[in-house]
């Protein structure tokens, strides 16, 4: 057999090759590998861009919006009897915010529960307080225009588990966002 200039891959696939027993797997691998890289290739010059883990995130919430009618908050925590937000729940409230600026269209209801340690009035008060303390979060630092939010407090009248444990009143002391449309 005659040997050529490799003068592209085709030749350099068959000079290499042409004589070895496995010839027919190993120009089949390389040819993969040749087409992975072209579209490989063909890809990167394309305009396209990574998801982010917050887009991923923010999809993820609507969808479940979408198709539960609220979402339940945990992370959103506050100083003991107060309405004060812990610095700690800045990661939930963000979450809240990209979901709205992600969707302008978007109007919901904040609502604030409790447990039921104490007066019933007092956590019904409370938990309107708390509901007000995100939504002034959201508006203040995170631009959310105030017509897309509104606000209630539950108290403890809707708990979701039992009041008898600790875990259970730590469930039960939750922000959930509803859409307005629901």
């Known amino acids: 057999s005659r040997l050529s200039i490799p003068l592209g891959s085709l030749y350099l696939k068959n000079l290499f090759f042409r004589f070895s027993p496995l010839h027919e797997i190993i120009s089949i691998v390389i040819t993969v590998i040749m087409k992975f890289f072209w579209v490989f ?48 729940s800045e990661a939930v409230l963000k979450q ?15 609502e604030g529960h409790t447990d039921n340690v104490g007066e019933e009035l007092y956590n019904q008060q409370l938990s309107e307080k708390r509901a007000n303390a995100v939504k002034d979060y959201l508006v ?43």
């Open 41 to 88: 290739k063909k890809k990167s010059n394309e305009a396209c861009q990574p998801i982010s883990t917050e887009a991923m995130m923010t999809e993820k919430l609507k969808k479940e919006l979408d198709e539960q009618g609220k979402l339940i908050f945990y992370g959103i925590n506050f100083e003991t009897n107060s309405a004060i937000i812990k610095p700690e």
């Open 140 to 182: 203040q630092k995170n631009k959310v225009a105030v017509n897309r939010i509104t606000t209630i407090g539950k108290g403890e009248k809707l708990p979701i588990a039992e009041n008898s444990t600790e875990l259970g009143k730590a469930a039960n002391r939750r922000v959930e966002i509803t859409s307005k449309t629901n």
């Open 96 to 110: 809240i915010s990209n979901l709205l600026n992600a969707n302008p269209s978007l109007k919901i209801n904040i």
